[in-house]
């Protein structure tokens, strides 16, 4: 009995040791690595129109286009006076510069009603992507008519520069008459010099 019970302790303390060992495969071989889990793929940007979309709405686009063009046609109007004042002062070089301005600002005008018209008909179709073109093409269109108009100001501001012709102003010392038919001053004396003698007897 006393050599069974120390069979059976001697088997108790090399059981844990046992099951530390880590497990082989049959053949000997290592034990057989786990596959990694997959990664979750990357979420795609955004595309550009998406991330510069505008938060006003297609209908007040619209409406701030509208106000757009009333501005540009109070521009119109401002050069269009500025040219007829050129015309009556006959100043040439000042005119054509205004009317150079003129043209390109309805030039511009024209391109703002095709936008304006465009954008009425994505906002029917509930386009955002042509809504968001249209209302830039508008927003462009007002910028370049700002400038216009400062450099149509330009035109009417370089005539500083220029003085006219020539004035002379005579101002008439007290006691005169203010007529230009003053009487002439008197001629000077005359001094008489007598003519020296001959200096040879012979003429």
Not at 118 to 135: G, M, P, T
Not at 172 to 182: A, K, N, R
Request: hydrophobic fraction near 40%; charge should be neutral.
């Amino acid at each position: 009995m006393p050599r069974v019970s120390r069979v059976l302790w001697l088997f108790l303390l090399g059981a844990p040791a046992a099951l530390a060992q880590p497990a082989t495969s049959t053949t000997g071989g290592p034990a057989p690595t786990v596959a990694p889990a997959p990664q979750p793929a990357p979420v795609p940007a955004a595309p550009a129109a998406e991330q510069h979309k505008p938060t006003i709405s297609g209908p007040q686009m619209l409406e701030q286009g509208r106000d757009y063009r009333k501005e540009i046609e109070n521009i119109r109007l401002q050069i269009q006076t500025q040219v007829e004042q050129a015309k009556a002062d006959k100043d040439v070089i000042r005119l054509n510069c205004l009317l150079d301005k003129l043209t390109q600002l309805n030039a511009n005008a024209k391109i703002l009603d095709q936008a304006l018209q465009s954008l009425q008909e994505a906002i029917v179709r509930r386009d955002d992507n042509a809504q968001f073109h249209e209302y830039t093409r508008v927003t462009i269109v007002h910028q370049k008519a700002q400038v216009l108009r400062t450099e149509a100001d330009a035109c009417v501001g370089a005539e500083t520069n220029y003085v006219g012709p020539t004035r002379v102003v005579v101002e008439t010392p007290p006691g005169l008459q203010e007529s230009v038919d003053q009487p002439p001053p008197p001629a000077p004396p005359v001094a008489v010099v007598d003519r020296p003698p001959a200096a040879s007897p012979y003429r």
